[in-house]
């Protein structure tokens, strides 16, 4: 099967969003274990992705090229990722939706082959067309050996231990709730702990660091790798919209314990944008050993049945039906 896939909105928020990554796996994934060949549809000066195997296509100043690029490649599905469908084609098209479905957005979606959506956020009883595709972790995450943590805390925390942070698409205010909070534990703790900041967060983050109280003991790691996670004592999932939480599943599949507000197992809780909470919950990572190995024992359990192989199984039963 050959398929064209709109990356154009994958390409706004750039490689380190989690979805852009999460689509992409699954577009690997799916040439590994069905033989599936892409087209990868982007925007001229776009944001340049990490593309598996394929033929890229540019759109060059047109709104809707597709039915041309379509026509072009002789493509035997459009996979659209924004929630909308191509327009002047017959070929059948599958759609991922940002949000959750209703029957508004169904209706668009009434000539789609079949419709896809993240996690668990629709109900199959009621939408029977919707798939629910789970998210995973990243591939390649692993838990690291003590010497590969070592080896990862010399090269990010000058040797010390840290809490992680993914920042990529994290509002600013987020951010700076969370320095506030790292400022209360360094205060109250007097501990040599660090804080690594990974992603291309807000542009204002750096600026803001200058002036922070505690710059020395915090590494801002623009260019993501695999290892930060895994070398963390703990990590602190910041709210952001749309996420999928993958960042939450990289850390239990790391074997790394996790604070945040959102409701889910597996994790210490704190209200949203509290920094005074989410100081006691470093403070509580970072006295409480017990705390700290049964979060991180209760996550791996939860994480075992997550996999990237699942969640391409799930696409290919939506878009492989009905050839």
Not at 21 to 34: I, K, V
Not at 122 to 132: A, L
Not at 209 to 220: A, F, G, N, P, W
């Amino acid at each position: 099967m050959l398929i064209l896939l709109d990356c154009r909105p994958l390409q706004r928020p750039g490689p380190d969003s989690e979805k852009t990554r999460f689509l992409l796996s699954c577009a690997a994934g799916l040439t590994a274990q069905e033989g599936v060949h892409w087209i990868f549809l982007l925007d001229q000066g776009g944001r340049a992705l990490s593309l598996p195997a394929g033929e890229k296509a540019t759109a060059r100043k047109v709104l809707w090229p597709v039915a041309r690029i379509v026509r072009k490649y002789h493509a035997d599905l459009i996979m659209m990722t924004d929630g909308r469908l191509a327009g002047g084609t017959k070929v059948p098209q599958c759609c991922w939706i940002p949000g959750k479905a209703d029957d508004k957005v169904l209706e668009k979606m009434g000539a789609a082959r079949a419709v896809l959506c993240f996690g668990d956020k629709t109900n199959k009883e009621v939408f029977p067309g919707v798939f629910t595709v789970p998210p995973a972790p990243d591939e390649g995450i692993t838990p690291l050996s003590m010497e590969a943590r070592e080896a990862v805390k010399g090269r990010v925390a000058d040797g010390k231990e840290y809490f992680y942070t993914d920042i990529a698409g994290a509002p600013q205010s987020g951010v700076i709730n969370l320095l506030k909070a790292f400022s209360l534990f360094k205060k109250r703790q007097l501990s040599n702990m660090k804080l690594v900041l990974g992603g291309e967060g807000d542009p204002g983050i750096a600026e803001k660091l200058d002036s922070y109280k505690y710059r020395q003991d915090v590494s801002l790691v623009p260019k993501v790798e695999g290892d930060l996670i895994g070398g963390a004592y703990g990590a602190i999932s910041l709210e952001r919209r749309g996420s999928l939480g993958i960042d939450v599943l990289n850390a239990w599949k790391a074997r790394v314990p996790v604070i945040t507000a959102a409701d889910r197992e597996g994790v210490l809780r704190v209200p949203a944008d509290d920094p005074a909470s989410l100081a006691d919950g470093l403070k509580s990572l970072y006295k409480d050993e017990s705390l700290r190995n049964g979060l991180i024992e209760k996550a791996a359990l939860i994480v075992a049945d997550l996999s990237l192989r699942q969640s391409v199984t799930t696409i290919w039963d939506a878009i492989g039906r009905n050839q």
